[in-house]
């Protein structure tokens, strides 16, 4: 059983930066691709970024450049700074890690414990 465990997160004013982390249990198959969804008040689950082991790299359309997912295959370790964060940008934060990339949360067999992000203005 593959184990999430993600730190970071906070409250930040608008405008601010956070750097979530994510450390998997294996770096295997099944982790090939990491990365994070979120859960906003009032909107479905969506997708934040995530990033394959080779790289390869897919934002959500609202991320417009202020977020990079990066990875360090070594330590099994994904990353995600925000920068330039808003009000409307405040939720759960979930990593998640699966065998193929996808927009679509269902395709991730495994999950972190979600960590909180709150954005004031």
């Known amino acids: 059983q593959v184990q999430l465990v993600e730190s970071g997160g906070g409250s930040v004013q608008s405008g601010g930066s956070l750097r979530l982390s994510c450390a998997a249990s294996e770096g295997t198959y099944v982790t090939t691709c990491m990365g994070w969804f979120r859960q906003v008040p009032g909107k479905e689950r969506e997708r934040v970024a995530v990033t394959s082991r080779s790289g390869s790299a897919y934002y959500g359309d609202f991320v417009k450049g202020r977020f990079t997912i990066s990875r360090d295959n070594v330590h099994n370790t994904a990353f995600l700074d925000m920068n330039n964060l808003q009000p409307d940008d405040t939720g759960l934060y979930s990593c998640?890690?699966?065998?193929?990339?996808?927009?679509?949360?269902?395709?991730?067999?495994?999950w972190g414990q979600g960590t909180q992000v709150t954005v004031s203005s």
């Open positions: 998640a890690a699966g065998p193929y990339c996808s927009p679509d949360s269902g395709s991730y067999p495994y």
